[in-house]
Protein backbone atom coordinates (compact mmCIF):
# COMPACT_ATOMS: atom_id res chain seq x y z
CA UNK A 1 0.00 0.00 0.00
CA UNK A 2 1.16 3.27 -1.30
CA UNK A 3 0.20 6.76 -0.29
CA UNK A 4 1.56 9.85 -1.40
CA UNK A 5 1.94 14.06 -0.61
CA UNK A 6 -0.29 14.26 2.19
CA UNK A 7 0.98 17.88 3.73
CA UNK A 8 -1.23 17.96 6.86
CA UNK A 9 -3.81 16.10 5.92
CA UNK A 10 -4.18 13.50 8.64
CA UNK A 11 -8.13 12.64 9.11
CA UNK A 12 -7.73 12.13 5.17
CA UNK A 13 -5.07 10.01 5.80
CA UNK A 14 -6.89 7.85 8.31
CA UNK A 15 -9.99 8.09 6.24
CA UNK A 16 -7.91 6.14 3.58
CA UNK A 17 -6.06 3.78 5.62
CA UNK A 18 -9.10 2.89 7.71
CA UNK A 19 -10.85 2.01 4.17
CA UNK A 20 -7.81 -0.35 2.84
CA UNK A 21 -7.62 -2.44 6.03
CA UNK A 22 -4.45 -0.84 7.84
CA UNK A 23 -6.04 0.62 10.64
CA UNK A 24 -8.55 0.19 13.37
CA UNK A 25 -10.86 2.99 14.65
CA UNK A 26 -7.93 3.72 17.33
CA UNK A 27 -5.56 4.05 14.15
CA UNK A 28 -3.72 0.85 15.34
CA UNK A 29 -1.91 -1.15 13.22
CA UNK A 30 -4.34 -3.96 11.36
CA UNK A 31 -2.60 -4.98 8.46
CA UNK A 32 -0.65 -8.06 9.48
CA UNK A 33 2.16 -8.03 7.11
CA UNK A 34 1.30 -5.65 4.76
CA UNK A 35 3.92 -3.68 3.35
CA UNK A 36 2.97 0.40 3.82
CA UNK A 37 4.79 3.27 2.19
CA UNK A 38 4.83 7.02 2.81
CA UNK A 39 6.56 8.93 -0.46
CA UNK A 40 6.91 11.71 1.88
CA UNK A 41 5.23 15.15 2.03
CA UNK A 42 3.80 14.83 4.91
CA UNK A 43 4.96 18.24 6.51
CA UNK A 44 3.90 21.51 5.50
CA UNK A 45 0.48 23.57 4.20
CA UNK A 46 -1.72 21.21 6.34
CA UNK A 47 -1.98 21.95 10.30
CA UNK A 48 -1.74 18.17 11.82
CA UNK A 49 1.63 17.44 10.11
CA UNK A 50 2.86 16.54 13.39
CA UNK A 51 0.10 14.30 14.01
CA UNK A 52 1.09 12.22 10.79
CA UNK A 53 4.73 11.87 12.47
CA UNK A 54 3.26 10.61 15.42
CA UNK A 55 0.97 8.20 13.60
CA UNK A 56 3.58 7.19 10.85
CA UNK A 57 6.45 6.34 14.26
CA UNK A 58 4.00 4.47 16.05
CA UNK A 59 2.95 2.26 12.90
CA UNK A 60 6.44 1.85 12.09
CA UNK A 61 7.27 -0.10 15.47
CA UNK A 62 3.59 -1.63 15.51
CA UNK A 63 3.81 -2.91 11.61
CA UNK A 64 7.19 -4.52 12.63
CA UNK A 65 5.27 -6.80 15.83
CA UNK A 66 2.85 -8.06 13.21
CA UNK A 67 5.41 -9.05 10.57
CA UNK A 68 4.34 -6.07 8.19
CA UNK A 69 6.91 -2.85 7.47
CA UNK A 70 6.10 0.62 7.15
CA UNK A 71 8.49 2.88 4.60
CA UNK A 72 8.77 6.09 5.42
CA UNK A 73 10.77 7.86 2.50
CA UNK A 74 11.98 11.47 2.51
CA UNK A 75 10.09 14.11 0.30
CA UNK A 76 11.61 17.51 -0.53
CA UNK A 77 9.25 19.32 1.90
CA UNK A 78 11.06 17.61 4.90
CA UNK A 79 14.50 18.71 3.02
CA UNK A 80 13.29 21.87 3.18
CA UNK A 81 11.98 21.53 6.79
CA UNK A 82 15.18 20.37 8.51
CA UNK A 83 16.95 22.60 6.25
CA UNK A 84 15.16 26.19 7.59
CA UNK A 85 12.71 26.68 4.81
CA UNK A 86 9.62 27.30 6.21
CA UNK A 87 8.18 29.26 3.47
CA UNK A 88 5.33 26.46 3.15
CA UNK A 89 4.65 26.01 6.85
CA UNK A 90 1.30 27.31 7.84
CA UNK A 91 0.43 29.11 11.19
CA UNK A 92 -1.58 25.95 12.53
CA UNK A 93 1.39 23.62 11.84
CA UNK A 94 3.61 26.15 14.28
CA UNK A 95 1.49 26.40 17.16
CA UNK A 96 1.08 22.58 17.14
CA UNK A 97 4.74 22.89 18.25
CA UNK A 98 3.94 25.61 21.13
CA UNK A 99 4.74 22.85 23.62
CA UNK A 100 7.79 22.43 22.62
CA UNK A 101 9.19 26.49 22.44
CA UNK A 102 11.23 27.01 24.91
CA UNK A 103 9.72 30.85 26.48
CA UNK A 104 13.79 31.99 27.03
CA UNK A 105 14.52 30.91 23.44
CA UNK A 106 11.40 32.89 22.40
CA UNK A 107 12.70 35.90 24.36
CA UNK A 108 16.28 35.88 23.34
CA UNK A 109 15.59 35.18 19.03
CA UNK A 110 13.03 38.77 19.92
CA UNK A 111 15.55 40.66 21.53
CA UNK A 112 18.10 40.24 18.42
CA UNK A 113 15.46 40.79 15.89
CA UNK A 114 14.96 44.31 17.74
CA UNK A 115 18.65 44.91 17.27
CA UNK A 116 18.38 44.92 13.66
CA UNK A 117 18.31 47.59 11.33
CA UNK A 118 14.31 48.86 11.12
CA UNK A 119 14.94 48.31 7.67
CA UNK A 120 16.21 45.15 8.21
CA UNK A 121 12.26 44.59 10.29
CA UNK A 122 10.27 44.30 7.27
CA UNK A 123 7.56 42.54 9.37
CA UNK A 124 6.71 42.35 13.10
CA UNK A 125 8.60 39.51 14.84
CA UNK A 126 5.31 37.37 15.58
CA UNK A 127 4.34 37.91 11.68
CA UNK A 128 8.04 36.83 10.95
CA UNK A 129 7.93 34.24 13.88
CA UNK A 130 4.87 32.63 14.40
CA UNK A 131 3.88 30.90 18.29
CA UNK A 132 5.57 27.46 18.22
CA UNK A 133 7.97 28.81 15.44
CA UNK A 134 11.24 27.55 17.08
CA UNK A 135 9.34 24.99 19.22
CA UNK A 136 9.06 23.62 15.36
CA UNK A 137 12.82 24.73 14.69
CA UNK A 138 13.92 22.65 17.77
CA UNK A 139 12.19 19.63 16.86
CA UNK A 140 12.89 19.21 13.32
CA UNK A 141 17.25 19.96 14.50
CA UNK A 142 19.63 17.07 14.05
CA UNK A 143 18.72 16.52 18.20
CA UNK A 144 15.22 17.28 17.72
CA UNK A 145 12.80 14.14 18.15
CA UNK A 146 11.37 14.45 14.66
CA UNK A 147 14.81 15.54 13.28
CA UNK A 148 16.54 12.58 14.60
CA UNK A 149 13.89 10.44 12.63
CA UNK A 150 13.58 12.25 9.70
CA UNK A 151 17.47 12.51 9.34
CA UNK A 152 16.86 8.57 9.13
CA UNK A 153 14.58 8.33 6.80
CA UNK A 154 15.72 6.64 3.02
CA UNK A 155 15.30 8.81 0.00
CA UNK A 156 14.37 5.51 -2.70
CA UNK A 157 13.46 2.01 -2.06
CA UNK A 158 13.13 -0.72 -3.66
CA UNK A 159 10.46 -3.69 -3.12
CA UNK A 160 10.07 -6.38 -5.57
CA UNK A 161 10.09 -5.22 -9.18
CA UNK A 162 9.17 -1.76 -7.85
CA UNK A 163 11.26 1.63 -7.24
CA UNK A 164 9.53 4.15 -4.87
CA UNK A 165 10.71 7.36 -4.42
CA UNK A 166 9.18 10.67 -4.29
CA UNK A 167 10.35 13.04 -6.99
CA UNK A 168 11.28 10.88 -9.96
CA UNK A 169 14.22 9.09 -11.35
CA UNK A 170 16.18 11.71 -12.87
CA UNK A 171 19.62 10.45 -14.58
CA UNK A 172 21.15 10.44 -11.31
CA UNK A 173 19.84 7.35 -10.22
CA UNK A 174 20.61 5.86 -14.00
CA UNK A 175 24.27 6.71 -13.11
CA UNK A 176 24.48 5.35 -9.09
CA UNK A 177 21.66 2.86 -9.13
CA UNK A 178 19.79 2.21 -5.36
CA UNK A 179 22.85 2.10 -3.20
CA UNK A 180 24.56 4.63 -4.84
CA UNK A 181 22.24 7.04 -4.94
CA UNK A 182 20.72 6.85 -1.54
CA UNK A 183 24.38 7.21 -0.49
CA UNK A 184 25.10 10.30 -2.12
CA UNK A 185 22.36 12.21 -1.05
CA UNK A 186 23.00 11.18 2.44
CA UNK A 187 26.51 12.91 1.96
CA UNK A 188 25.12 15.83 -0.02
CA UNK A 189 23.25 16.28 3.37
CA UNK A 190 25.47 15.90 5.83
CA UNK A 191 27.93 18.35 3.26
CA UNK A 192 25.22 20.59 3.69
CA UNK A 193 24.93 21.02 7.50
CA UNK A 194 28.56 20.62 7.94
CA UNK A 195 29.35 23.16 6.10
CA UNK A 196 27.04 25.47 7.53
CA UNK A 197 27.87 24.87 11.00
CA UNK A 198 31.74 25.64 10.35
CA UNK A 199 31.02 28.74 8.66
CA UNK A 200 28.57 29.74 11.12
CA UNK A 201 31.38 29.49 13.84
CA UNK A 202 33.80 31.20 11.51
CA UNK A 203 31.76 34.25 11.59
CA UNK A 204 30.22 34.31 14.55
CA UNK A 205 26.57 33.96 13.84
CA UNK A 206 24.16 32.80 16.73
CA UNK A 207 20.50 31.97 16.89
CA UNK A 208 17.96 31.42 13.93
CA UNK A 209 18.52 31.83 10.41
CA UNK A 210 16.67 30.54 7.67
CA UNK A 211 17.76 28.99 4.53
CA UNK A 212 17.38 31.62 2.33
CA UNK A 213 19.73 33.96 4.86
CA UNK A 214 21.98 31.53 5.17
CA UNK A 215 22.44 31.66 1.03
CA UNK A 216 22.83 34.79 1.28
CA UNK A 217 25.19 35.18 4.04
CA UNK A 218 27.70 32.86 1.90
CA UNK A 219 27.51 34.49 -1.48
CA UNK A 220 28.70 37.82 -0.22
CA UNK A 221 31.66 36.14 1.33
CA UNK A 222 34.77 35.55 -1.05
CA UNK A 223 34.86 32.09 -2.44
CA UNK A 224 37.39 30.46 -0.05
CA UNK A 225 35.24 31.11 2.99
CA UNK A 226 31.36 30.50 1.67
CA UNK A 227 32.18 28.46 -1.36
CA UNK A 228 31.76 25.31 0.60
CA UNK A 229 28.53 26.01 1.84
CA UNK A 230 27.15 26.91 -1.55
CA UNK A 231 28.45 24.02 -3.26
CA UNK A 232 26.54 21.80 -1.05
CA UNK A 233 23.46 24.10 -1.20
CA UNK A 234 23.62 23.55 -4.93
CA UNK A 235 23.90 20.02 -4.94
CA UNK A 236 21.11 17.52 -6.35
CA UNK A 237 19.69 16.97 -3.49
CA UNK A 238 18.21 20.34 -3.78
CA UNK A 239 17.37 20.78 -7.14
CA UNK A 240 15.67 19.06 -10.05
CA UNK A 241 18.60 16.98 -10.87
CA UNK A 242 17.58 14.65 -7.91
CA UNK A 243 14.88 12.33 -7.10
CA UNK A 244 13.37 14.55 -4.27
CA UNK A 245 12.99 17.21 -6.78
CA UNK A 246 12.44 16.24 -10.39
CA UNK A 247 9.31 16.32 -11.96
CA UNK A 248 10.30 15.22 -15.80
CA UNK A 249 8.73 11.31 -14.84
CA UNK A 250 4.91 13.37 -14.29
CA UNK A 251 4.83 16.49 -16.94
CA UNK A 252 7.54 16.26 -19.69
CA UNK A 253 7.14 15.10 -22.91
CA UNK A 254 7.28 11.00 -22.62
CA UNK A 255 9.70 10.70 -25.40
CA UNK A 256 11.92 13.56 -24.16
CA UNK A 257 13.02 11.75 -20.90
CA UNK A 258 11.95 7.75 -21.82
CA UNK A 259 15.63 6.70 -22.39
CA UNK A 260 16.92 8.19 -19.08
CA UNK A 261 14.00 6.61 -17.21
CA UNK A 262 14.37 3.01 -18.95
CA UNK A 263 17.82 3.42 -17.90
CA UNK A 264 17.36 4.65 -14.64
CA UNK A 265 14.43 1.55 -13.95
CA UNK A 266 17.05 -1.20 -16.05
CA UNK A 267 19.89 0.35 -12.76
CA UNK A 268 17.64 -0.50 -10.22
CA UNK A 269 16.57 -3.82 -11.54
CA UNK A 270 13.16 -3.02 -11.70
CA UNK A 271 9.63 -3.01 -13.73
CA UNK A 272 7.91 0.65 -12.48
CA UNK A 273 8.51 3.43 -10.33
CA UNK A 274 5.75 4.99 -7.92
CA UNK A 275 6.12 8.39 -7.10
CA UNK A 276 4.44 11.47 -5.66
CA UNK A 277 5.32 15.21 -5.71
CA UNK A 278 3.26 16.35 -8.47
CA UNK A 279 -0.44 16.29 -8.26
CA UNK A 280 -2.60 14.61 -10.95
CA UNK A 281 -4.46 16.29 -13.53
CA UNK A 282 -7.60 14.49 -12.83
CA UNK A 283 -6.70 13.73 -9.06
CA UNK A 284 -6.49 10.13 -9.42
CA UNK A 285 -3.84 7.85 -9.66
CA UNK A 286 -2.57 6.85 -12.52
CA UNK A 287 0.46 5.77 -14.91
CA UNK A 288 2.68 7.37 -17.47
CA UNK A 289 5.12 5.61 -19.88
CA UNK A 290 2.91 2.41 -20.56
CA UNK A 291 2.73 1.63 -17.15
CA UNK A 292 6.14 1.99 -16.30
CA UNK A 293 5.42 5.21 -13.63
CA UNK A 294 2.50 5.35 -11.34
CA UNK A 295 1.64 8.54 -9.91
CA UNK A 296 -0.19 8.65 -6.81
CA UNK A 297 -0.17 12.47 -5.49
CA UNK A 298 -4.05 13.30 -5.79
CA UNK A 299 -3.93 16.38 -4.04
CA UNK A 300 -4.74 14.89 -0.66
CA UNK A 301 -4.95 18.24 1.05
CA UNK A 302 -8.35 19.53 -0.65
CA UNK A 303 -8.19 22.67 1.66
CA UNK A 304 -5.17 23.52 -0.98
CA UNK A 305 -5.76 21.44 -3.75
CA UNK A 306 -8.98 22.14 -5.62
CA UNK A 307 -10.44 18.45 -6.21
CA UNK A 308 -7.67 16.72 -4.25
CA UNK A 309 -8.79 13.56 -2.05
CA UNK A 310 -7.48 11.10 0.47
CA UNK A 311 -5.90 8.17 -2.04
CA UNK A 312 -3.92 4.85 -1.40
CA UNK A 313 -2.53 2.59 -4.61
CA UNK A 314 -2.23 -1.00 -3.64
CA UNK A 315 -0.29 -3.27 -5.48
CA UNK A 316 -0.80 -7.08 -5.44
CA UNK A 317 1.69 -8.64 -7.20
CA UNK A 318 0.87 -6.81 -10.78
CA UNK A 319 -2.53 -6.39 -9.94
CA UNK A 320 -2.72 -1.94 -9.48
CA UNK A 321 -5.87 -0.55 -8.12
CA UNK A 322 -6.75 2.85 -6.34
CA UNK A 323 -8.68 3.15 -2.90
CA UNK A 324 -9.93 6.52 -2.62
CA UNK A 325 -11.68 8.23 0.91
CA UNK A 326 -14.93 9.82 -1.30
CA UNK A 327 -15.72 6.34 -2.83
CA UNK A 328 -16.58 2.88 -1.82
CA UNK A 329 -15.57 0.32 -3.98
CA UNK A 330 -11.93 0.03 -5.58
CA UNK A 331 -10.69 1.77 -9.00
CA UNK A 332 -8.63 0.78 -11.40
CA UNK A 333 -5.47 2.72 -12.48
CA UNK A 334 -5.52 3.79 -15.70
CA UNK A 335 -3.05 5.21 -18.16
CA UNK A 336 -3.13 9.15 -17.75
CA UNK A 337 -4.59 10.22 -21.57
CA UNK A 338 -2.99 12.50 -23.42
CA UNK A 339 -3.01 16.45 -22.94
CA UNK A 340 -1.17 19.15 -24.91
CA UNK A 341 -2.11 22.30 -22.89
CA UNK A 342 -4.34 22.88 -19.69
CA UNK A 343 -8.05 22.91 -20.45
CA UNK A 344 -11.36 23.59 -18.15
CA UNK A 345 -13.28 20.64 -17.71
CA UNK A 346 -10.59 18.04 -17.79
CA UNK A 347 -11.10 17.11 -21.20
CA UNK A 348 -8.77 14.14 -22.62
CA UNK A 349 -7.80 15.21 -26.07
CA UNK A 350 -10.32 12.49 -27.50
CA UNK A 351 -13.20 14.92 -25.67
CA UNK A 352 -11.63 18.15 -26.86
CA UNK A 353 -11.49 16.72 -30.29
CA UNK A 354 -15.67 16.31 -30.07
CA UNK A 355 -15.71 19.49 -28.26
CA UNK A 356 -13.85 20.96 -31.10
CA UNK A 357 -16.04 19.81 -33.75
CA UNK A 358 -19.74 20.56 -32.01
CA UNK A 359 -19.48 23.26 -29.84
CA UNK A 360 -21.20 26.20 -30.78
CA UNK A 361 -19.15 29.08 -32.38
CA UNK A 362 -19.77 32.39 -29.95
CA UNK A 363 -17.30 34.39 -31.54
CA UNK A 364 -14.62 34.92 -34.02
CA UNK A 365 -12.08 37.53 -34.19
CA UNK A 366 -9.16 38.36 -37.07
CA UNK A 367 -5.85 37.65 -35.72
CA UNK A 368 -4.12 39.71 -38.90
CA UNK A 369 -0.85 37.33 -38.05
CA UNK A 370 1.49 35.84 -40.68
CA UNK A 371 0.58 35.00 -44.43
CA UNK A 372 -1.97 32.66 -43.36
CA UNK A 373 -4.42 35.06 -41.18
CA UNK A 374 -5.46 32.91 -38.76
CA UNK A 375 -9.02 33.55 -36.32
CA UNK A 376 -9.51 32.73 -32.84
CA UNK A 377 -12.50 31.29 -32.24
CA UNK A 378 -14.59 31.61 -29.36
CA UNK A 379 -16.27 28.06 -28.26
CA UNK A 380 -18.70 27.08 -25.40
CA UNK A 381 -20.64 23.65 -25.08
CA UNK A 382 -21.69 22.35 -21.84
CA UNK A 383 -20.82 24.87 -19.26
CA UNK A 384 -17.13 24.72 -20.92
CA UNK A 385 -15.80 27.69 -22.86
CA UNK A 386 -12.37 27.72 -24.48
CA UNK A 387 -10.58 28.69 -27.92
CA UNK A 388 -9.46 27.56 -31.02
CA UNK A 389 -7.05 29.06 -33.71
CA UNK A 390 -8.71 28.36 -36.97
CA UNK A 391 -7.36 28.36 -40.59
CA UNK A 392 -8.30 28.39 -44.04
CA UNK A 393 -5.28 28.77 -46.12
CA UNK A 394 -5.29 26.26 -49.14
CA UNK A 395 -2.05 26.81 -51.39
CA UNK A 396 -1.00 23.69 -52.99
CA UNK A 397 2.94 22.96 -54.26
CA UNK A 398 3.77 24.00 -57.23
CA UNK A 399 6.79 22.39 -58.98
CA UNK A 400 8.65 22.31 -61.96
CA UNK A 401 10.36 19.08 -62.77
CA UNK A 402 12.49 18.28 -58.95
CA UNK A 403 12.65 21.89 -58.36
CA UNK A 404 10.08 23.18 -55.99
CA UNK A 405 8.39 26.99 -57.08
CA UNK A 406 5.73 27.50 -54.93
CA UNK A 407 5.87 25.79 -51.22
CA UNK A 408 2.69 24.26 -50.27
CA UNK A 409 0.48 26.12 -47.41
CA UNK A 410 -2.31 24.09 -46.56
CA UNK A 411 -4.83 23.57 -43.46
CA UNK A 412 -5.10 20.29 -44.13
CA UNK A 413 -1.39 20.04 -43.13
CA UNK A 414 -2.35 20.89 -39.85
CA UNK A 415 -4.55 18.21 -39.14
CA UNK A 416 -2.05 16.08 -40.71
CA UNK A 417 0.64 17.11 -38.44
CA UNK A 418 -1.71 16.80 -34.78
CA UNK A 419 -2.23 13.18 -36.08
CA UNK A 420 1.48 11.86 -36.54
CA UNK A 421 1.96 13.64 -33.31
CA UNK A 422 -0.22 11.45 -31.48
CA UNK A 423 0.31 8.26 -33.31
CA UNK A 424 4.15 8.60 -32.47
CA UNK A 425 3.07 10.07 -28.45
CA UNK A 426 5.28 13.08 -28.92
CA UNK A 427 2.17 15.32 -26.79
CA UNK A 428 4.00 18.50 -28.82
CA UNK A 429 0.95 19.29 -31.20
CA UNK A 430 -2.22 20.46 -29.48
CA UNK A 431 -5.23 18.78 -30.56
CA UNK A 432 -6.45 19.96 -33.93
CA UNK A 433 -9.51 18.69 -36.33
CA UNK A 434 -11.24 19.85 -39.63
CA UNK A 435 -14.43 22.28 -39.20
CA UNK A 436 -16.50 24.71 -41.31
CA UNK A 437 -15.86 28.09 -39.77
CA UNK A 438 -18.03 31.23 -41.65
CA UNK A 439 -18.86 29.08 -44.40
CA UNK A 440 -15.40 27.90 -45.09
CA UNK A 441 -13.44 24.30 -44.42
CA UNK A 442 -10.56 24.85 -42.48
CA UNK A 443 -8.12 23.62 -39.27
CA UNK A 444 -9.23 24.12 -35.61
CA UNK A 445 -6.55 23.84 -33.22
CA UNK A 446 -7.13 23.99 -29.70
CA UNK A 447 -5.73 27.54 -28.20
CA UNK A 448 -3.21 27.00 -25.47
CA UNK A 449 -3.19 29.99 -22.86
CA UNK A 450 -0.45 31.62 -21.93
CA UNK A 451 2.09 30.38 -23.91
CA UNK A 452 5.00 32.20 -24.96
CA UNK A 453 7.54 32.22 -27.76
CA UNK A 454 10.78 32.94 -28.48
CA UNK A 455 10.76 36.28 -29.12
CA UNK A 456 8.59 37.14 -25.71
CA UNK A 457 11.43 35.33 -23.93
CA UNK A 458 14.34 37.40 -25.58
CA UNK A 459 11.78 40.63 -25.16
CA UNK A 460 10.93 39.72 -21.16
CA UNK A 461 14.31 38.37 -20.56
CA UNK A 462 13.06 35.04 -19.34
CA UNK A 463 14.93 32.12 -17.99
CA UNK A 464 13.51 29.15 -20.30
CA UNK A 465 14.11 25.70 -18.78
CA UNK A 466 13.54 24.04 -14.89
CA UNK A 467 11.06 20.91 -14.83
CA UNK A 468 11.69 19.73 -18.27
CA UNK A 469 15.44 20.29 -19.42
CA UNK A 470 15.53 22.13 -23.21
CA UNK A 471 17.63 19.93 -25.08
CA UNK A 472 15.93 16.33 -25.24
CA UNK A 473 13.17 18.44 -26.25
CA UNK A 474 14.95 20.59 -28.66
CA UNK A 475 16.18 16.93 -30.20
CA UNK A 476 12.56 15.96 -30.42
CA UNK A 477 11.36 18.83 -32.40
CA UNK A 478 13.77 18.56 -35.32
CA UNK A 479 13.44 15.28 -35.69
CA UNK A 480 9.57 15.75 -35.99
CA UNK A 481 10.12 19.12 -38.18
CA UNK A 482 12.62 16.54 -40.44
CA UNK A 483 10.10 13.74 -40.70
CA UNK A 484 7.24 16.22 -41.31
CA UNK A 485 9.40 18.43 -44.06
CA UNK A 486 8.40 21.53 -41.95
CA UNK A 487 9.80 24.38 -43.44
CA UNK A 488 8.29 27.26 -41.43
CA UNK A 489 9.69 26.57 -37.75
CA UNK A 490 10.19 30.30 -36.96
CA UNK A 491 11.04 32.54 -33.42
CA UNK A 492 6.93 32.89 -33.46
CA UNK A 493 5.65 29.63 -33.19
CA UNK A 494 8.29 27.75 -31.14
CA UNK A 495 6.39 28.64 -28.32
CA UNK A 496 6.20 27.21 -24.11
CA UNK A 497 4.05 26.78 -21.61
CA UNK A 498 6.13 28.32 -18.79
CA UNK A 499 4.69 26.19 -15.99
CA UNK A 500 7.00 23.33 -16.89
CA UNK A 501 8.70 24.80 -19.52
CA UNK A 502 7.24 22.20 -22.06
CA UNK A 503 7.49 23.12 -25.75
CA UNK A 504 4.69 23.94 -27.11
CA UNK A 505 4.60 23.35 -31.47
CA UNK A 506 2.08 25.47 -33.59
CA UNK A 507 1.99 26.07 -37.13
CA UNK A 508 2.37 23.33 -39.64
CA UNK A 509 0.39 24.62 -42.48
CA UNK A 510 4.03 24.72 -44.67
CA UNK A 511 4.92 21.37 -44.29
CA UNK A 512 4.98 17.72 -46.02
CA UNK A 513 6.35 19.06 -49.71
CA UNK A 514 7.54 16.04 -51.55
CA UNK A 515 11.30 15.48 -50.97
CA UNK A 516 13.39 12.68 -49.53
CA UNK A 517 15.34 15.66 -47.53
CA UNK A 518 15.24 17.75 -45.06
CA UNK A 519 14.45 21.59 -44.56
CA UNK A 520 17.85 23.39 -44.73
CA UNK A 521 17.12 24.70 -41.00
CA UNK A 522 16.76 21.56 -40.06
CA UNK A 523 19.31 19.60 -41.55
CA UNK A 524 22.27 21.78 -40.22
CA UNK A 525 20.95 21.28 -36.37
CA UNK A 526 23.23 19.88 -34.11
CA UNK A 527 19.63 18.70 -32.46
CA UNK A 528 18.63 16.45 -35.18
CA UNK A 529 19.21 13.16 -33.36
CA UNK A 530 17.48 10.45 -32.73
CA UNK A 531 17.52 8.75 -29.46
CA UNK A 532 16.81 5.10 -28.41
CA UNK A 533 12.89 5.36 -27.51
CA UNK A 534 12.51 8.21 -30.30
CA UNK A 535 14.25 5.41 -33.33
CA UNK A 536 11.45 2.55 -31.72
CA UNK A 537 8.53 5.33 -32.43
CA UNK A 538 9.47 5.76 -35.82
CA UNK A 539 9.95 2.17 -36.70
CA UNK A 540 6.79 1.90 -36.43
CA UNK A 541 6.16 4.07 -39.44
CA UNK A 542 4.26 2.19 -42.30
CA UNK A 543 2.17 3.57 -45.20
CA UNK A 544 -1.12 2.72 -43.96
CA UNK A 545 -0.47 4.02 -40.75
CA UNK A 546 0.82 6.95 -41.56
CA UNK A 547 -2.49 7.60 -43.82
CA UNK A 548 -4.71 6.61 -41.41
CA UNK A 549 -3.30 8.80 -38.65
CA UNK A 550 -2.79 12.11 -41.12
CA UNK A 551 -6.81 11.61 -41.41
CA UNK A 552 -6.21 10.97 -45.02
CA UNK A 553 -5.18 14.91 -45.68
CA UNK A 554 -1.78 13.60 -47.21
CA UNK A 555 -1.21 12.23 -51.29
CA UNK A 556 0.33 9.43 -51.97
CA UNK A 557 3.37 10.90 -52.50
CA UNK A 558 3.79 12.83 -49.39
CA UNK A 559 3.04 9.53 -47.27
CA UNK A 560 6.18 7.86 -48.98
CA UNK A 561 8.24 10.76 -48.33
CA UNK A 562 7.44 11.05 -45.05
CA UNK A 563 8.82 7.29 -45.08
CA UNK A 564 11.83 8.22 -46.85
CA UNK A 565 12.57 10.72 -44.49
CA UNK A 566 11.99 8.41 -41.93
CA UNK A 567 14.56 5.96 -43.35
CA UNK A 568 17.06 8.80 -43.65
CA UNK A 569 16.42 9.65 -40.20
CA UNK A 570 17.38 5.99 -38.98
CA UNK A 571 20.50 5.84 -40.95
CA UNK A 572 22.14 8.58 -40.62
CA UNK A 573 20.97 10.88 -37.22
CA UNK A 574 21.02 7.74 -34.42
CA UNK A 575 22.75 8.94 -31.62
CA UNK A 576 26.36 7.70 -31.27
CA UNK A 577 25.46 5.55 -28.30
CA UNK A 578 22.44 3.14 -29.71
Same mark, same amino acid.
Given at each position: MVVGDTHGAHDSLVSVLRKAGLLDEKENWTGGKTHFVSLGDFLDRGADSRKIMDLLMSLQEQAAAAGGRVHVLMGNHELMNMTADTRDVSAAEFDSYRDLEAPEVRVAEQLRYETLLPEQRTKSFDQLYPPGFFGHQAAMSETGTYGAWLRSLPYMIVINDMALVHGGLPQMVADLGLEGTNQKLGEMFRAYETSWNALAKTLGKEGYLNYDEKFDIASALPEEIGGEFLVAAHAELFSPDGPLWSRENSVCAPLTVEDTLQAALNSLGVNRVVIGHTVTPDNLIGTRFEGRVVMVDTGMLSRVYEGGRGSALLVQGEKLSAIYEDRDARSEVLEMPRRVGIRPGGLTDDELEQFLKTAKIVRTVELGEGVTKPLRVDLEKDGIALSAIFKDVD? *? =?? *??? @? @?? =? +??? !? @???? =? #?? +? %??? !? /???GLELVPVTVPRVVNGKQGSLQFYVEGLVNQIDILEQELSPGGWCLLAPQYEILKVFDALIFNQDRTQQNLTFDTHFWRIVLIDHSRSFESSSTFPMNVKKSPYLVVRPAMAKRLA???? &? &???? +?? *?? %??????? *?? #??? /? @? !?RLLKSHLAEDQ
Open positions: F *R =EV *RKG @R @RI =E +AMG !D @RWQH =E #VA +A %YGL !D /RMLTLTE &N &NVKV +AT *RG %YLKPVQV *RM #VLK /R @R !D
